[in-house]
């Protein structure tokens, strides 16, 4: 049924197909990871990522072999210890320990858990997790403090909330709101950082500015929490922040009641706000990565919440089914996002502006969501100013204008230095002559001329003296 109803959809949506068929067959992978080379144990991980997490398996499998295991099985630790924290059938008094000592689970060979509830998706992770922790021991030490340490400070931020019994009325703060993504999302940042500036594939200059690495984690946390909040309503957990669906209704469930619909996307468009002011330093963050397939890696999460933020977006379904992308979109996103950083802008700038053009004038939060959007476009004009032939057209106009004035100034300062010059030379000459007593005035006097010529001619006969011829 569900290949049939793909077979429909894809007929009335070629756009999509192409995007499918565009990245199944198109896409080169930068590096290839080689199962015939690996270890069970390593093999086993593998296959455990690809049942946690598809989307994530496929990138992680495409980075550079450095990078490869110690990312693959950081992923994985910190899926453990989600798994015991997302499972509602632990009592406090078995998960609180749990997760304040996982980290001491890892160095416990053959160490493993079979006592989720038996819905939980990810049971079977901690089912095998010695496969994990065999091949924790075969990494860089370098990189396995990093992932112990992220592990104790995931672990008892999470220990802390599930001890929280006011948590377990939901979030309450836009503070508390914002340490939880920090500890299962803003920690993963921190990690991944470090992995990165060890192995060489990202600016060590990175490390002096985690809010970068905060950001990246916050922004994918906080779209997720976004999109499922009916998913989150149906299972009794609530992230949304009191402090702000407060403010639209008086009850929680009240959010999920076809009466109070606007009131409901309201709510969800000041969460959309709060969201986007992370937008520009995840950007600023892929500027500083060095290698492809980590770039790949960073970039395709990051595509897909600012597309999906696009979709939650004034959008009432989420209140009462749960909505993602397209296969299709989320294809092309991909293809983009494996290109290089100003493709990612171009993409983050195409749904900062859907979000413009789908912000209603009615919405309390208009004007700061417009703003938000133009900021987003704004820091991406900084990275990469827009070539607009238009403009282009018209500065080139204008210093074609300016130059011709310019031409006609220098070329008639030219003239009158000549002339200058000729002027100078000619008054120097004329001066010289006149001290050496050149007679001017007969110029304009007749008889001063007319005097002045008998007098040369006496001069002339009076020097010449007649020559006499003797014979010989």
Request: net charge negative; with cysteine.
């Amino acid at each position: 049924m569900g290949g049939l109803k793909d077979v429909l959809y894809f007929m009335f949506h070629p756009n999509q197909l192409r995007s499918v068929v565009q990245w199944k067959l198109w896409h080169e992978p930068v590096h290839r990871r080689d199962p015939s080379k690996e270890a069970p144990t390593l093999r086993s991980c593998f296959e455990m990522l690809n049942m946690t997490s598809r989307s994530f398996a496929a990138v992680i499998q495409e980075l550079q072999p450095e990078m490869l295991v110690p990312i693959a099985l950081f992923y994985l630790v910190l899926r453990g210890l989600d798994t015991i924290e997302d499972d509602m059938t632990l009592p406090a008094s078995t998960k609180e320990p749990m997760l304040r000592e996982f980290y001491k689970y890892l160095k416990i060979d053959g160490w493993n858990f079979n006592g989720s509830g038996p819905n939980e998706k990810d049971r079977d992770l901690l089912v095998h997790f010695d496969d994990v922790i065999a091949e924790l021991k075969k990494i860089d030490k370098k990189y396995y403090d990093v992932i112990e340490d992220i592990t104790i400070k995931m672990g008892n931020g999470m220990a802390d909330y599930a001890l929280n019994a006011e948590f377990q009325e939901g979030v309450k703060t836009i503070p508390e709101y914002e340490e939880y993504c920090h500890y299962v999302a803003g920690l993963v940042g921190e990690g991944l950082t470090r992995i990165f500036v060890n192995g060489n594939t990202a600016n060590p200059a990175l490390l002096d500015r985690m809010e970068l690495s905060e950001s990246m984690g916050q922004f994918l946390q906080k779209t997720n929490i976004i999109r499922d909040v009916h998913e989150d309503f149906l299972d009794k957990r609530r992230f949304w922040p009191k402090d702000v669906w407060s403010k639209y209704v008086d009850n929680w469930d009240d959010l999920f009641d076809p009466k109070y619909r606007t009131q409901a996307v309201h709510c969800s468009s000041e969460l959309v706000l709060n969201a986007l002011k992370h937008a520009d330093e995840c950007l600023f963050y892929m500027a500083g990565i060095k290698e492809q397939s980590v770039f790949n890696f960073v970039a395709i999460p990051q595509t897909m919440a600012i597309a999906t933020l696009e979709l939650v977006f004034q959008n009432p379904k989420i209140f009462y089914s749960h909505i993602k992308i397209t296969k299709g979109d989320a294809c092309h996103l991909m293809m983009q996002s494996t290109q290089n950083l100003r493709v990612v802008c171009d993409v983050f700038r195409t749904y900062a502006r859907r979000i413009a053009r789908k912000n209603d004038p009615r919405d309390p939060h208009y004007l700061e969501i417009s703003i938000a959007c133009g900021k987003i476009e704004q820091f991406i004009e900084t990275l990469f100013p827009t070539q607009d032939p238009k403009k282009l057209q018209a500065v080139q106009d204008a210093q074609g204008h300016e130059g011709a004035q310019n031409d006609f100034w220098e070329a008639l300062m030219l003239v009158g230095c000549v002339v200058f010059v000729l002027l100078f030379v000619s008054a120097l000459m004329l001066g010289l002559a006149w001290y050496f007593g050149a007679r001017f005035d007969v110029i304009f006097d007749k008889e001063a001329a007319s005097s002045l010529k008998a007098a040369a001619k006496d001069a002339v006969k009076a020097t010449v003296t007649p020559l006499t011829h003797e014979e010989l």
